[in-house]
């Protein structure tokens, strides 16, 4: 089986269909495309005209989470077991994982200390879930499940806050905080991104007139 993921450097989409990949040790290509200039061979096959598309022998296969579970059914075994209920639950847990990283977005590129604010006031409660979930067992501090791997993208990008900037953004949630700082370094999320990828973000935030990267304020 050839597979073929079409990307681009920044998706966190990209970068989940990636994880599990490399989770699992599945060998793979990678094409990267200018989502500004898309171009139309990719537009053929990308009915939503997003990434990643994963090309299975050439077939396309879109959207993040199809993709996701096909390398989990075809190269096992399975991240997310055989009870349907905690299939069901893991799955669950990918929605919270995108409310995440929109708010973790939201405050990155925030240009001014109001919308800051409010960008930190809509990232506590997401976080204070996931406190609550670790605590009562629904989500594991350890291991590596569906609901960790929904989370690689806003892993990383905390790490690299913290360490290009010197800002710690994670709110008070130690259990949380523990569980994304191990995530930020479990190998097969690190290789999910190029070796620039912290410098390329970065870039981004300035581009976005991020309060975080002026140094000036």
């Not at 939503?48 to 075809?74: C, H, M, N, W, Y």
């Not at 991240?79 to 639950?89: C, H, M, N, T, V």
């Not at 905080?177 to 999320?189: D, E, M």
Request: charged share 25%; glycine share 4%; net charge neutral.
């Amino acid at each position: 089986m050839k597979l073929e993921l079409v990307s681009h450097t920044l998706c966190p989409y990209v970068h989940r269909a990636a994880a599990m990949m490399h989770e699992k040790g599945v060998p793979f290509e990678r094409r990267v495309i200018d989502l500004k200039a898309k171009p139309d061979w990719f537009l053929a096959i990308s009915p939503r005209g997003k990434v990643p598309v994963l090309l299975v022998d050439g077939r396309p296969l879109f959207e993040s989470q199809a993709i996701i579970e096909f390398i989990d059914e075809t190269h096992p075994p399975s991240l997310l077991g055989s009870d349907p209920f905690e299939r069901a639950r893991q799955r669950a847990w990918v929605a919270v994982a995108d409310d995440l990283s929109n708010a973790q977005y939201r405050l990155f590129i925030a240009p001014s200390q109001e919308e800051q604010t409010a960008a930190v006031e809509a990232l506590a409660p997401i976080a204070g879930r996931y406190e609550e979930a670790i605590a009562n067992g629904v989500i594991a501090p350890e291991g590596f499940g569906l609901a960790h791997l929904a989370l690689s993208s806003s892993a990383l990008r905390f790490a690299i806050v913290e360490r290009e900037l010197a800002v710690r953004v994670l709110p008070a949630a130690p259990r949380f905080q523990a569980l994304v700082h191990r995530l930020a370094l479990r190998p097969s999320i690190v290789r999910t991104v190029p070796d620039d990828y912290g410098e390329i973000f970065i870039r981004k935030l300035v581009e976005r007139r991020s309060l975080f990267a002026r140094p000036e304020l």
